[in-house]
């Protein structure tokens, strides 16, 4: 005999736990994808800075220039 949910019960129980993993896949992805365009907006920057450098470094770009663009890469 079958308590309660019989066997529709049973696919409750399989759909509960599939929807369960599925979120904790997806939050983790989110977290991770999350992590990982924080790190290449710090790369970037950084490249931007080394960029700015070399352009100042080969009279490219004039001090003033240099010191405007570098307070808004930081």
Known sequence: MMHGFGFGGM???WLFWIVLIVVIVWAVKSFVDSQN???ASRDS???ALEILKKRFANGEIDEEEFQRR???LQ
Do not use: V, Y
Request: proline fraction near 0%; aromatic fraction near 16%; hydrophobic fraction near 40%.
């Open 70 to 72: 570098k307070q808004l």
């Open 37 to 39: 365009r924080n790190a």
């Open 11 to 13: 696919w409750f129980g």
């Open 45 to 47: 920057n950084a490249d």
